[in-house]
């Protein structure tokens, strides 16, 4: 089971740890110093995603060279400010990407696999759309 930590720094600043010891420095919207909570969640919804989409391109043999994720949150107007909305941006860059190959792994992580899609999904909807970009040279 994992487990996390985090401790309080000072003032509006904390240290989260993963169970492997991994840290980031987490504060409060006021503080510039970390990320704020709230975001730190849309990290984590891009960064399970991403994971996702890459392992399930490579077993299409449809390796991708580069992926990049830009998610977008609308809050909701009154405490505790939950999101309503939440949207992704894939940025994917590979040989032999196609549209096809793209969106299935795409669906499939935020259906089936992502953990993270899957506790959000009751409270935000999420949306996503994606560019292919050029191969590399």
């Known amino acids: 089971m994992p487990t996390t930590t985090v401790r309080w720094v000072s ?3 904390f240290v989260g740890m993963d169970s492997n010891r991994h840290a980031v420095v987490i504060s409060g919207e ?3 110093s970390g990320i704020r909570p ?8 891009s960064a399970c995603t991403a994971y996702d989409v890459v392992e ?19 809050y909701a107007d009154e405490a505790p400010f939950p999101f309503q909305k939440i949207h992704l941006t894939y940025r994917l860059r590979g040989k032999d990407l196609t549209e096809k190959a793209v969106e299935q792994a795409i669906e499939l992580s935020e259906q089936k696999y992502c953990s993270v899609a ?16 050029a191969p590399d040279p």
């Open 56 to 74: 399930i391109l490579e077993k299409k043999r449809k390796p991708v060279s580069m992926l990049e994720i830009i998610a977008d949150g609308e």
């Open 38 to 45: 709230s975001q730190l969640l849309l990290l984590s919804l």
């Open 11 to 13: 003032e509006k600043q």
């Open 118 to 133: 899957a506790t959000i999904r009751g409270v935000a909807q999420i949306t996503t759309e994606y560019e292919i970009l």
């Open 30 to 32: 006021d503080d510039p």
